[in-house]
């Protein structure tokens, strides 16, 4: 198995991952274009074959962006005093690529670039539980529990992950 850590995939390819989450949460390509104007996005390949993305946005900038919702309020109310933070918007693993244990080093990948441009910290809201799992093995710790979110009926954990 050979995996692959890139930068250099199209929205448009990227739009496979929507279709892995509840109708909430989806994003349609506009948003989607948009969103990866402002953020650090990380994709992994297994065998030349799109398997996961990540991307996270500089705290202050999701904070202008302002609120549209009670649930993007939770995430500025959880995110606006903590300093030097990327907040990692999503982690996504296309379902026949889970449980290769591949995620935790995924994460790290991304984490490692954030550290590299000068982030003191990742702030992010865990929906699984796998995810908040390996969130904790890279040593982050869950501070919040926010209920239904974005009515999915999902329990999603806020948590801080020191990268220094």
């Given amino acids: 198995m050979i995996v692959r850590f890139t930068s250099q995939v199209t929205v448009e390819e990227s739009m496979v991952f929507e279709s ?26 297994v065998n030349g074959q799109l398997a996961g993305e990540i991307y996270s946005i500089n705290v202050p900038d999701l904070i202008l962006e302002g609120v549209e919702d009670p ?3 939770k995430i500025i ?25 591949l995620a935790k080093a995924f ?6 670039k954030l550290a590299g441009m000068g982030y003191k910290n990742v702030v992010g809201h ?4 796998e995810m908040h799992q390996i969130n904790e093995a890279l ?8 209920e239904n979110w974005y009515e999915t009926g ?8 020191k990268l220094d």
């Fill in 20 to 45: 892995i989450f509840e109708p909430e949460l989806q994003l349609d390509i506009e948003e989607k274009a948009e969103l990866f104007n402002q953020c650090e996005v990380t994709f992994m390949t």
């Fill in 154 to 161: 999902r329990l999603s954990s806020f948590y801080v992950l």
């Fill in 126 to 129: 865990s929906t699984s539980k």
């Fill in 107 to 112: 994460k790290a990948f991304h984490n490692g």
């Fill in 71 to 73: 649930d993007d309020q």
């Fill in 77 to 101: 109310d959880d995110i606006k005093y903590i300093d030097d933070a990327s907040y990692l918007h999503s982690t996504s693993i296309l379902p026949e690529y889970r449980g290769l244990h």
């Fill in 139 to 146: 040593g982050a710790v869950h501070i919040r529990n926010h």
